[in-house]
């Protein structure tokens, strides 16, 4: 194995590479530099991932969230304003005993369509508008 490098990384929770660009999502959703670590721009406070167990999709222009309560989020890259949220299961229904949005089943996105499996092994297709 070849370690290049290793960086203090501070309150940031999650790394995603999207189409070469390193994005990290803390305090603040950023573009980072892959071979210094350092920040390149701050796009906008993000504080979309809360809790422990949730889902993050990346698209051209869209972030999609969920949290294991089945909650979704659609959110501008460029802004950073939510364009769009749904519950699929009431709290009652969606807890860590209920129905769930199962953590090793990713978010799809194609056509304009979120496509989500839940813990019943059923398969949600929300529209939610087209990239």
């Given at each position: 194995m070849l370690w290049l490098k290793t960086y203090p990384v501070l309150d940031?929770?999650?790394?995603?590479?999207?189409?070469?660009?390193?994005?990290?999502?803390g305090k603040m959703f950023s573009k980072v530099d892959p071979h210094t670590g350092e920040v390149i721009e701050d796009y906008f406070p993000f504080k979309e991932l809360t809790g422990c167990y949730h889902k993050l999709l990346i698209t051209d222009e869209y972030l999609f969230t969920s949290t294991l309560k089945t909650e979704f989020k659609q959110i501008s890259r460029k802004s950073g304003k939510v364009i769009w949220s749904h519950t699929l299961y009431a709290d009652k229904e969606a807890?860590?005993?209920?129905?769930?949005?199962?953590?090793?089943?990713?978010?799809?996105?194609?056509?304009?369509?979120?496509?989500?499996?839940?813990?019943e092994k059923t398969l949600h297709i929300l529209d939610v508008g087209r990239d």
């Open positions: 940031v929770p999650e790394f995603r590479n999207y189409k070469g660009e390193l994005l990290a999502f807890s860590r005993r209920g129905k769930t949005i199962n953590v090793n089943d990713p978010l799809q996105y194609a056509d304009g369509n979120l496509y989500v499996l839940d813990s």
